[in-house]
């Protein structure tokens, strides 16, 4: 190769080289830094962010800037150093939910505990010929009818009523005893509420034998235990104007229902009477874990289901007191949450971020990078204002929708308890 080709090809290769050289620092300082809040959310982390900050090696880097450095250029390197990565506390806050899931539990029946699912009612009416006496104009078994079907048309929607009646069947002679103590019959399944072939099971009977109460309490345990499990509530309410007179042991079938694996508590009502019949008729309610009372008249009877329905207006009040405090402290603890999310996490990143670039800036001017840092810190306190700006807007928008949350289940509450209150006032009116 003669010399001229030599020394044409050695200023090709350097011409080319410069070239290389100086495209690749060119390039490192093409990435311009985000102006909008968009862009500021997507373009970190920065090499030295969060964790990775060190005040000597980012001072490393600042150092191998060459001088002279505009504002924009200086920006975009402390920027490519520094800046912050929002996006996991972006996307936090936009997760956030405000919602709240009242979980208190609904009143049933007075006998049915708060935290039970589901209850089952069977009502076991006395259909013996004594029924048939006239109290106030009416027979106590049309009294017994109108009250017993007022009590379950009152029930809550998800519980299951039965309707079990006995010695309906024969006659009170003797002769036809045998027949009459037998008849024990489920005239309405085990199963939710309807009124019209509630009724229509009313309106198959009316007061004809004897009083096999023992043999109606054992075929209740029987019904029930089809339907029982460990989250249901079993209540047995009897019906009766008299004693046993069968023969069998009310006590004992009582006590054996309430022992058993169903737990059905019994709760008796006697109906005019006699001071023996109540004293058997007690004996029964207590041994069944329940309750006993005894009426005289209509009004006596309406009264004691009136003050079943007092007492779940009771629940209902509570249940409405308990539910709001629910609501509350669940709002409270959305607030703090929000609170802490916007402030602690997201602005005092922002915080840090600010202090960081601030500081930077200052070293660039003390190195001799840039000739007057006023401009470039301005541009460092705008990015601040934006950032904070948006985390702050976030906040105030989500904020408003925690506090509707909070105003709209509060109205749920009080209205569904209005609308129970109103049907159980519904009720005592049709009682009384």
Request: one cysteine or more.
């Amino acid at each position: 190769m003669s010399r001229s080709w030599f020394y044409l090809f050695l200023s090709i290769t350097l011409l080319f080289s410069g070239c290389s050289f100086g495209t690749s620092k060119t390039e490192k300082n093409t990435l311009s830094a985000a102006t909008d809040i968009d862009g500021m959310l997507k373009e970190g982390p920065g090499t030295y962010a969060g964790k990775q900050y060190d005040t000597d090696q980012v001072l490393q880097e600042l150092e191998k800037l060459p001088e002279n450095l505009s504002t924009e250029e200086a920006y975009n390197e402390l920027i490519q150093l520094l800046a912050e990565d929002y996006q996991p506390i972006d996307k936090t806050i936009d997760e956030f939910d405000p919602s709240i899931q009242v979980k208190t539990s609904k009143p049933g029946d007075i006998s049915r505990p708060e935290n039970e699912t589901h209850l089952n009612v069977v009502i076991l009416l006395d259909a013996s010929g004594s029924m048939a006496e006239r109290v106030d104009g009416k027979t106590r078994m049309d009294l017994a009818k109108s009250a017993v079907q007022s009590f379950a048309s009152s029930l809550p929607s998800d519980v299951h009523v039965g309707l079990r009646v006995y010695g309906h069947k024969g006659s009170n002679s003797r002769k036809d005893k045998e027949v009459s103590c037998n008849s024990n019959e489920l005239v309405y399944p085990l199963k939710k509420y309807d009124e019209a072939a509630f009724q229509k099971a009313l309106d198959r009977f009316q007061p004809t034998g004897w009083t096999p109460l023992a043999a109606a309490i054992e075929s209740a345990g029987k019904d029930l235990e089809k339907q029982s499990s460990t989250s249901k509530q079993n209540v047995v309410y009897v019906v009766s104007d008299g004693e046993e007179t069968c023969g069998g042991d009310p006590v004992a079938a009582a006590r054996s229902l309430y022992e058993s694996n169903i737990q059905a508590i019994v709760n008796i009502i006697g109906f005019d009477v006699d001071d023996a019949g109540q004293k058997a008729l007690k004996q029964a309610a207590d041994a069944g874990g329940g309750s006993y009372e005894t009426v005289t008249d209509e009004r006596d009877l309406s009264q004691y289901f009136t003050s079943e329905y007092e007492i779940l207006k009771e629940k209902w009040t509570r249940w409405r007191k308990d539910s709001e405090k629910q609501v509350d402290d669940r709002d409270t603890i959305n607030q703090n949450e929000l609170h802490e999310l916007a402030y602690k996490d997201a602005l005092e990143l922002v915080d840090k971020e600010n202090q960081r670039l601030l500081d930077a800036t200052k070293a660039l001017k003390e190195l001799g990078k840039i000739e007057d840092n006023y401009v470039l810190m301005q541009k460092v306190g705008k990015r601040k204002e934006k950032l904070k700006s948006h985390f702050i807007d976030r906040k105030n928008k989500i904020g408003v929708l925690v506090r509707q949350e909070q105003e709209e289940r509060l109205k749920e509450i009080r209205e569904t308890e209005k609308q129970e209150q109103k049907k159980i006032d519904e009720e005592l009116e049709d009682l009384n």
